[in-house]
């Protein structure tokens, strides 16, 4: 298992545009959206890292950008990253899918499509999931829906 | 006239895909899930599993609500790990306003744990023998399900959707006959459990439908993020309990249990095997629940502190993370739920393609998926 310095130091030297945050529960580390799948690709072939789980795959909605989110860890030695992109893009948000690396990539990656509109290139399959083909995103801050949603 | 070869190619599938749907009513899918299930003659070449019938959007209802009132809702994902997943949300808010729960809480969450995790899979030995036709497991189960739906009841109020936990601990103090009726329960449930081999492990229909079914093997497990017994039928070790123990695990013995058959059959063995575990997690409990407070001291309005916090537990089908992002108010931004028969489900076209729809059947019930929890 490696600590947090260590996969620090691992990721720094895999990319070294990744920015850390501090005093987070888990080790988070931020890198541009074009360099995602590059450095995860390397992290999951990585012996040292080895990070073959993907946990979750989430997107949260900040307002000025969306963040995605991604929750991997080891099964051989049992250490956890967080790995964020930040889309600024509202209108045509867009990142690289990761289905190649991780298959369960392909069903997190259509839900955050169908509840954020977020769409993932290279995706083999990006269709609604869950919802209409009209329904809007309803994970979006600034989702209104007059009949079903009551307002606090 | 129609002529031999349409019929042909009309019935058996020969040369064009012949599809059926599976669902969303077809008892043996627990819920309403369809599989969209392309065949030929009887064998399956891949199947599509369609969600979103049962979809309430918890996530959404969770950004308008105080996490108290959360607890509620998680409550309604996977009904059959109530208390597990309300567990999940207050120790998340727990860890993030850095309470320290009571001793006597933690052990008494604990046994609920088990408890519950007993119940789920008594269901589940019911539904699948039934899956697999043999009608008479699901009585069996269902008797032995109630004295615990009892014991919960009697504590609770409530047998399925018991929000018992609260932030910082529980609702209130369990009932004083608590102890007692799960000694009870454990003294009778071990002359039971024998008896669930006898009827359904041995049997030689149940094996030859079970055995070499649904093949998963443990690289194909991670890759698609399969957890709980599920996985571990595929030695594939992803057990919560022992990687982040929680509760009052750390203070019990117990193995984590694994078995390397990969196929229907190993994920059935590792449920009937994980029953008397719990039992016999429940034995080196029940005897020693602290004395003291039921709850910790909490402020009546929660907030957590803006951050990020993440937090997962073992359910009876496998590992629920919760992913709170807070801004400093009393409902969270976003919260997210990573269910696990979520994940479970989408291996079913990589485990079942090239068997036969009757093993379908099989396979989906030996993941035993709970709908709701797929769609929240």
Known sequence: MLNRQELTDIIRGFEPDAEFSEGTQLLEAIVPAEKLFTLTEKLKSDKRTALNYMI?????????????????????????????????????????????????????????????????????NLKRFFLEDDYGYPLRKDFRDEVNIIER | ??????????????????????????????????????????????????????????????????????????????????????????????????????????????????????????????????????????????????????????????????????????????HPNFQKRIKEFITYFKKKLPEYDQLLTGNVIFQNRSIGIGNMSKETAIAYGVTGPSGRGSNYSCDIRKIAPYGAYDKVQFNEILETGCDTFARYKVRMREMWESLSILEQLVDNIPEGDFTAKMKPIIKLPAG?????????????????????????????????????????????????????????GSLDLVIPDIDR
């Open chain 1, 56 to 124: 979750d795959l989430t997107a949260v909605d900040f307002t000025t950008h969306f963040t995605v989110v991604y929750h991997l860890e080891s099964t051989d030695f049992r250490h956890m990253l967080v790995l964020k992109s930040i889309i600024s893009d509202r209108e045509n948000p867009a990142i690289d899918s990761l289905t190649v690396l991780y298959p369960t990539a392909e069903y997190f990656e259509r839900e955050v499509f169908d509840m954020f509109g977020i769409r993932f290139n290279n995706h083999p």
């Open chain 2, 1 to 174: 006239m129609m002529s031999e070869e349409i019929i042909k190619d009309v019935i058996i599938g020969e040369n064009e895909d012949y599809i059926i749907n599976l669902g969303p009513q077809h008892p043996s899918t627990h819920g309403v899930l369809r599989f969209e299930v392309c065949l030929k003659g009887e064998t399956v070449k891949y199947l599509i599993p369609h969600i979103g019938y049962i979809h309430r959007g918890i996530e959404k209802m969770c950004e308008a609500n105080t996490y108290p009132q959360i607890i509620h809702l998680t409550d309604r994902m996977d009904y059959l790990s109530a208390h597990m997943n309300n567990e999940a949300v207050c120790m998340l808010v727990e860890e993030a306003l850095q309470v320290e729960v009571p001793e006597r809480v933690k052990y008494i969450r604990t046994i609920l744990d088990e408890l519950n995790r007993l119940a789920s899979h008594q269901l589940w030995w019911s539904a699948f023998g039934m899956d697999l036709g043999a009608l008479t497991t699901f009585f069996y189960g269902l008797r032995d399900r109630e004295h615990i739906l009892d014991i919960f009841e009697e504590s609770f109020g409530s047998r399925l959707l018991h929000s018992f936990n609260t932030p910082g601990g529980l609702m209130h103090d369990v």
């Open chain 2, 308 to 364: 990020e916090y993440f937090k997962r537990v073992e359910t009876a089908r496998g590992e629920l993370a919760v992913y709170a992002v807070s801004d400093g108010n009393k409902s969270p931004l976003r919260m997210r739920f990573r269910t696990p028969n979520f994940s479970n489900l989408f291996v079913m076209n990589e485990i079942t393609a090239g068997h036969k729809i009757a093993d379908l059947i099989a396979i989906s």
